[in-house]
């Protein structure tokens, strides 16, 4: 008898229908899974005999065939186990097999018939949808996290018995309630983990960084971080995430999806923005996603949050250059095969590095670098990734007075102002591609952009005198208009302006002795 | 080209660079060792080649070696020339011939004849300088160019293209001493340093014949001609065994004045020049008028001050707060008491109208 039902395969972050075929013809007793599957799936044989035995079902003594379908798409891990056991169990009429068309069932089996916690139950649920089934068997540990997706009825089980109960109709388990180990609460603003998360109000001193911070984060500009070692570069990095607008409900399903697919979450709606920290050692498959199956890298997982590159001068060339492409253009293509995949990756860049190898550049009586040293040192920096940074802020030690004052500002009271910026901006770039200051290209540069004369003036004067590239000059008119947006101006006043030129990157001109 | 040099100091000239690698031996005593006749240099240094270098010495075409500069694009000047730097027959052994890339004719002006000893001052220091060291080193080199002085330096990394930089930026023209051929620029990352003090109206001068490869002793001997060139040394920054220490010796010896620009007691890369200092042989240089006081006597010649408008009044107090060595952003915005929102954009304002500099590590000071 040959019984059908569907499953699904994560193929990067996506979810793609798979239909399991079982059919059992009466033979010696064998049974074989063809459809382009991976050790893991022909291992699944030998969990399914157990777990069904284990679960008080019998294991046909005949010849079974299953079949994974399409069978051009290569399936991957052990998350097909659970389809596979119904499949054969509805196929020895030991379920009833009418009751699969509504149904999809995902998740891994242990030898005793338990589901075990599989990655990417939110991508298997959305499948579920836009496939118009009904129903959906996962994990128990993933059910919540299935259920994040609307109009679709999620079972969690513990075991391959209740699976088979779902679906004879015997019994429905209730969503769990929410555990501790859930990321964040499932609310449309999502300010979840409010109390674990770093906030402003830690920082003493540093009232030049914090302002700079807020502009970055008003206007989603990409920003480098220059100080001596201790300073306190990656403690202001840590909370940009916390003064970032919220999520809407869309970008943190999304989020949730790609970081269940990575196994990185426990379950529920994630709310709060992603940070993600790479080591210098990481490799340019690990930044941007690749390996034979491939697999999103820390700039998608970075997707609508931060990403953070501590040591910049650290990394890999080849590998800084290939976040090329996801900066330009939000996605990152890998191309495996015939195939090519697609991922996202809106992500605001954050970077830190030492001013020079030692990382007391300018401190006469500490630093150890020579010129030489220093032109390396800069040379490894230069290049596509700086073009992309639109603020430089340079950290100092806080002294012991900072240390001893009460706080300045707050996440909260940030995150109010950057929200109002925003607002702005959302309403001037309303119709093109730009979301915020930060993604503006030359022409919107042009369009939008307004100053006074003053502000022109100083403009002209700054470019005249060197102090900027042509580049350079359009990274500070977006910087100098998101200051405008903060501080409620129409127009880009001369202040403004000054205070996007310090906080320009040093040119060319300077970074090098006339030489 | 305009090759003048006589048959007699171009073969001395090739005899140095065919014994290049066997002089490199005997670079503890170089100056020995350059001072000595054409025989007694090859019976010295020649080792089993000897007879052999003999023989080619004997032979030697003059007439290619005349073309060979030619074809390098350099002129030459040997020590039987009236216009040949009077300075450098204070040594030793002057060199015989020296190649100049530049325009001959103002080169002459710049470097020759007794004018010399009163115009030209070396400005020598460490190649791993601090930002200090650099900017003091440009700033003097700027300063004496301005005052009519010719900027003489070594334009290797660090003091001394700072020093070059210095006299270029005052529109003047300044020459570079190589331990190499003169066409070829030593260090090879100073291609565009070497271009600009060529197209300014200076030259690069050395010993070596085109088409010689550097070795050690070189550098030694290169300091000589520097120190002998000039009619005073300064040392900006020098570690403890620097060669630039090595230049202030060598000027000392044929009774050239010295000079150092004293450093931080605690900075490894002035520890050299402060010890010449503190020894008595160097004196105390602060800026282009003490160079001028000790060759022309004090307040004989003053060096022009650069004219600056003052600062506005609302930015002043954060003038002053750098100036006072608030270096960064923070210190100078807390010291003049001013808040992050108004004191960036004021920064940015002294920046912009030239009052100070941004320097590596974001730290600021008054532009000199």
Not at chain 1, 231 to 250: C, N, V
Not at chain 2, 14 to 43: C, F, N, T, Y
Not at chain 2, 111 to 124: E, F, Q, Y
Not at chain 2, 168 to 195: E, F, I, N, Q, W
């Amino acid at each position: 008898m040959l019984a059908r039902i569907v499953t699904f395969a994560i193929d990067g972050i996506d979810p793609r229908q798979v239909w399991v075929e079982v059919d059992i013809r009466s033979g010696l007793p064998a049974f074989t899974i063809v459809g382009l599957g991976d050790v893991a799936v022909r291992e699944s044989r030998d969990r399914i005999r157990s777990a069904i035995a284990n679960s008080g079902f019998e294991f046909p003594q005949t010849r079974i065939t299953a079949n994974l379908a399409p069978a051009f798409l290569r399936k991957v891990g052990p998350g097909f186990d659970a389809a596979l056991a119904v499949g054969v169990l509805a196929a020895s009429e030991q379920v009833p097999a009418e009751a699969l068309s509504a149904y999809a069932v995902f998740g891994e089996l242990s030898l005793s018939g338990e589901l075990r916690d599989s990655p990417g139950a939110l991508a298997v649920a959305e499948g579920a949808r836009r496939a118009g089934l009904g129903r959906l068997i996962v994990p128990r540990e993933r059910a919540r996290e299935a259920a994040l997706v609307q109009d679709l009825e999620v079972a969690g089980v513990s075991s391959l018995r209740e699976a088979a109960e779902v679906l004879a109709g015997s019994a429905f388990p209730p969503l769990p309630a929410p555990s501790a180990r859930d990321t964040g609460v499932g609310g449309a603003t999502g300010a979840g983990g409010a109390a674990a998360e770093p906030d402003l109000a830690d920082i003493r001193g540093h009232a030049a960084p914090l302002l700079a911070l807020e502009i970055a984060a008003a206007g989603g500009h990409n920003l480098l971080f220059e100080g001596a070692p201790g300073t306190g570069k990656t403690m202001l990095a840590r909370r940009i995430p916390s003064i970032l607008p919220a999520m809407t409900r869309a970008e943190a399903i999304e989020v949730t999806r790609i970081h269940s697919i990575a196994g990185l979450h426990a379950a529920g709606l994630i709310g709060a923005r992603p940070f993600r920290a790479p080591h210098h050692t990481i490799s340019s498959s690990g930044l941007v996603g690749g390996g034979t199956v491939p697999r999103p890298g820390e700039a998608t997982l970075a997707h609508h949050g931060v990403l953070f590159l501590d040591e910049l001068a650290e990394f890999q060339r080849t590998t800084l250059d290939a976040l090329r492409q996801p900066l330009e253009d939000g996605y990152v293509t890998i191309v495996r095969g015939q195939r090519a995949l697609v991922f996202p990756t809106r992500f605001m860049l954050v970077a830190a590095t030492n001013p020079c190898p030692c990382g007391f550049a300018g401190v006469d009586d500490r630093c150890r670098c020579g010129e030489v040293d220093l032109r390396r040192h800069s040379r490894r920096l230069s290049g596509p990734l700086l073009d992309r940074m639109d603020l430089l802020i340079n950290v100092e030690r806080p002294t012991e007075q900072d240390l001893r004052a009460p706080a300045q500002t707050s996440s909260a009271r940030a995150r109010e102002r950057v929200a109002h910026a925003r607002e702005r901006q959302r309403f001037r770039l309303a119709g093109s591609a730009a979301r915020c200051n930060g993604e503006m290209d030359s022409r919107l540069v042009r369009r939008h952009i307004r100053l006074e004369e003053a502000a022109e003036d100083a403009l002209a004067q700054a470019y005249a005198v060197g102090a900027l590239s042509a580049r350079g000059r359009h990274r500070v008119l977006r910087v100098a208009q998101t200051i405008a947006d903060l501080s409620g101006h129409a127009r880009v006043t001369h202040g403004d302006l000054l205070t996007a030129l310090s906080l320009r990157q040093r040119g060319e001109a300077e970074r090098t002795l006339a030489a | 080209m305009n090759v003048p040099a006589c048959g007699r100091c171009l073969a001395r000239s090739w005899l140095v660079a065919r014994l290049a690698g066997h002089i490199d031996k005997a670079r503890s005593r170089i100056e020995q060792v350059l001072a000595l006749d054409d025989e007694e240099l090859i019976e010295a240094v020649g080792g089993r080649e000897k007879a052999h270098v003999e023989r080619e010495f004997e032979g030697v075409d003059v007439d290619a070696l005349r073309g060979r500069a030619c074809d390098a694009g350099l002129d030459a000047l040997c020590r039987c020339d009236p216009a040949y730097p009077a300075g450098l027959l204070a040594l030793a052994g002057p060199p015989a011939v020296l190649y100049v890339a530049g325009d001959l004719e103002r080169v002459v002006d710049l470097i020759s004849g007794d004018a010399l000893l009163d115009d030209a001052v070396a400005i020598v220091g460490a190649r791993r300088a601090t930002g200090y060291g650099l900017d003091v080193a440009r700033s003097l080199g700027r300063g004496l160019a301005v005052a009519g002085m010719t900027v003489v330096s070594g334009m290797a990394v660090g003091i001394d293209s700072a020093a070059h930089a210095g006299a270029l930026d005052a529109g003047m023209p300044t020459v570079a001493v190589l331990p190499g051929p003169a066409d070829r620029p030593y260090p090879a990352s100073r291609r565009a340093l070497h271009r600009r003090i060529v197209a300014g109206g200076g030259a690069a001068v050395s010993e070596i014949p085109p088409g010689t490869s550097v070795w050690r002793w070189m550098f030694p001997a290169r300091n000589r001609i520097i120190a002998a060139l000039a009619a005073m040394t300064v040392v900006v920054e020098a570690g403890e065994r620097s060669g630039s220490l090595v230049t202030a010796r060598l000027a000392y010896d044929i009774w050239r004045p010295v000079g150092a620009v004293p450093g931080r007691v605690t900075t490894p890369q002035a520890a050299g020049s402060n010890a010449l200092l503190a020894s008595g042989r160097a004196s105390v240089v602060r800026g282009a008028q003490d160079v001028l006081d000790r060759l022309f006597g004090v307040g004989e010649r003053i060096a022009p001050e650069p004219r600056r408008p003052p600062p506005p009044a609302e930015l002043a107090p954060l003038l002053a707060a750098i100036a006072e060595g608030h270096e960064t952003a923070a210190a100078a915005l807390a010291r003049a008491g001013f808040d992050a929102d108004r004191g960036l954009a004021a920064l940015a304002a002294l920046e912009l109208a030239g009052f100070v500099t941004r320097a590596a590590g974001g730290r600021f000071r008054v532009a000199s």
